[in-house]
């Protein structure tokens, strides 16, 4: 049986342009998204936008354009930057669009009748950078304990969601499942959140009219974070495409770590209230930082994703996204650690084995890679590691562990550029052992082939460019795991096209 894999990224809010710790997260489900493709799962990847809440009124009203106008505009540099980043997302979903209010309204009025809904009068703090309502007790010098920006008082009256009603059901399901919230540091802080005791979410507003309005209460419109969560299931077809929502649901969310509450608290209590299944796994990736600082537009620390593409690749920069730290760990980002990486494992590691490869199969082979070697002597060594490796990756990735999985390639990678100073194949040809040379190079060919099918998730489009060089007529994307990760898969007698180096190493700054 088929097995299925939907995966989710933070829909983002359009109050600015996206960064880099926007790319972080929709390069990291776009590699999961890839993986279970190419292991012959039905997969489903959702991102989008989040386009109502007061944060992006103000944003709209400070450049004197209306709500609407303003999210239209603003919606266009992040589908760009996502189809320049190979983002191979089945839908974009915007939480201004009709298929979405109707679902928000038809579950604000469904759990208002059952009895999770009800009316009071929110009295305390609002952030709106964070879109947080924050009791007195929790803010941080008066400020905003997440951001640290200045909160504002707000009065109003509100309807409110009964999520201490799920409190010692949610209790009892992280602890039944573990991987429910990973990482662990994750899952422990919001267990004791949950301990401290919670109290019912405000989720409505009275006082901007920039949202979905409720259904049977004239003036409020829904918090934008109830709306925002539900794009997860307008996203999949919930009452809208049966089949769909039941081929796919339950989800697997990356996130960020600041908005683990919301996901892992508010959005759990919202499904048992439903009737649904809780999603697999919410994965809270750490945060980029620059200089200690979390990296965002309104702090006015930004990285631009256009503009490293442009210096590096898109690549290259997927690779050090996934490479550098593990998916739940902060990173400081800086553009030496960037440069460094891409030219020690692009440059180097990676590069050299392809660029060594092919010209010795074009000086001695006339750029034919020999046939397969039905039993083979020397490169048994080298088919063993790769057979260990290709475990270990599907292991990681099936783990969501893309860094694992990552340095798990890179092992085989440093296998195989010994192999080559081990087995001296221009001696080879020297001396005239020609089974001996044509065993070495078809192992290579067939270490690069493999190479590249585990890239592809990460590098989509380098991936391409190694079987383009290496002689073969087929896309990675179309030779799922099962069938071709698997060593001795290289057969044919290919004549390589060696093309231009894919990693040319970057030159550092001199000030850096
Ligand atoms: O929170 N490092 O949207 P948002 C790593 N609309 N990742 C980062 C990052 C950084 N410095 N900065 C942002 C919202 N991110 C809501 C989400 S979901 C139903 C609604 C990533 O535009 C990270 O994944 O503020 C974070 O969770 C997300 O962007 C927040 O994006």
Redesign the pocket.
Known sequence: MKRSFYVTT????VNDLP?I??A??TVAADAFARYHRLSGDDVFFLTGT?EHGQKVAKAAAAKGLDPQTHVDRMVAPFKELWQRYSISNDDFIRTTEDRHRVVVQEIFQRLFDQGDIYKGVYEGWYCIHEETFWPESQLKDKNCPECGRPVELIQEESYYFKTSKYQERLLKYIDANPDFVRPDVRRNEVVSYLKSGIQDVAISRTTFAWGVPVPFAEGHIVYVWFD??I?YLTGIGYLQDDERFKKFWPPVHI??K??IK?HAVIWPSMLFALGLALPKTIVA?????LGDQ???KSRGKVIDPNQLADELGVDAVRYFLLREVPLGQDGEFTHTGLVRRVNADLANDFGNLLHRTLPMIGRYREGVVPLAVPEPRKAAALAESAAEVIANFKADMEALDARGALTEIWRLLAVANKFIDSTQPWNLYKEGRNDELDEVLWGLAETIRLVALMTAPFMPTTADKIFEQLGLDAKPADQPYEDYLVWGKLTGQLKSRPGAPLFPRVELEPEE
């Open positions: 933070p829909i983002y809010y960064h710790g926007h972080y997260s989040d925002a969560l794009n996130i960020g600041d908005i919301f990736t750490g945060f980029w930082t979390k990296i965002s």
